[in-house]
């Protein structure tokens, strides 16, 4: 248990589908982050929020859209997916900014997306 | 651009070898180095670093960081099966929201 959550765990989805995936953190973070992981290649950031607005966007493909409620939870909304994005979604969360240096990111189980 | 790399890539011993894993990187305003060990599930924390030259030491799995160098090792003595995992190394820059992970070393302990 690593104080994130995510949800689905895995999940199928035709190109045409509309889904969501969830995160939820319990350690009082004021930061919250996805990621991408694929076979081979490093972990790539795609969203980050600090206290609920979006400070990083990394190019990401409109078809994946975020949102973030509160500090707690974020979204990752999937619509009209590529094969090509089936990965391992990560979400993690860390202290946010801080003046302090040594920022620990913790990441939830992961969620599996397979585009079919 | 900001990059952390990672090798070897890939790594097999045996029961009880030693390994050491590197991590070099090149930031921009260097805040510190973490080190993650992977299974077939989220990364789990191991190190944090921030200062050049401390070590860090849990069991059998000890790391240090050289600034001047921008480099970190991660060292596992006596390795055993469970040690088996994909070993991430990131640095988080900048303002303090920027973590980059490197593609990881991914260790093989065969009994």
């Known amino acids: 248990e690593t104080g994130v959550t995510q949800t689905p765990r895995h999940l199928v989805m035709g190109m045409t589908n509309k889904k969501s995936l969830k995160c939820e953190q319990h350690?009082?973070?004021?930061?919250m982050y996805w990621y991408k992981q694929s076979a081979k290649k490093p972990l790539e950031l795609m969203f980050v929020?600090?206290?609920?607005?979006?400070?990083e966007n990394n190019s990401v493909p409109s078809r994946f859209s975020p949102e973030c409620p509160n500090s707690s939870h974020l979204f990752l909304h999937l619509h009209t997916l590529q094969p090509e994005d089936s990965a391992l979604y990560l979400c993690?969360?860390?202290?946010?900014?801080?003046?302090?240096?040594?920022?620990?990111?913790?990441f939830g189980e992961g969620s599996w997306l397979t585009v079919v | 651009e900001d990059k952390v790399v990672q090798s070897p890539l890939s790594l097999v011993v045996h029961e009880g070898d030693t390994v050491t894993l590197n991590c070099s990187y090149e930031?921009?305003?260097?805040?510190?180095l973490l080190w993650y060990k992977q299974e077939k599930k989220a990364p789990t924390f191991l190190f944090m670093l921030?200062?050049?030259?401390i070590e860090k030491k849990s069991g059998r799995l000890s790391s240090i960081l050289d600034k001047k160098e921008l480099f970190s090792i991660l060292n596992i003595t006596a390795t055993q099966t469970g040690d088996s995992a994909v070993y991430l190394c990131?640095?988080?820059?900048?303002?303090?929201?920027?973590?980059?992970f490197g593609t990881g070393t991914s260790l093989t302990v065969i009994p």
């Open positions: 993690a969360s860390s202290q946010g900014q801080t003046i302090y240096s040594g920022n620990t990111i913790y």
């Open positions: 350690l009082g973070h004021n930061a």
């Open positions: 929020y600090n206290f609920k607005e979006q400070t």
């Open positions: 930031v921009t305003n260097f805040r510190s």
């Open positions: 921030t200062s050049s030259g």
């Open positions: 990131a640095v988080e820059a900048g303002t303090g929201n920027q973590f980059y």
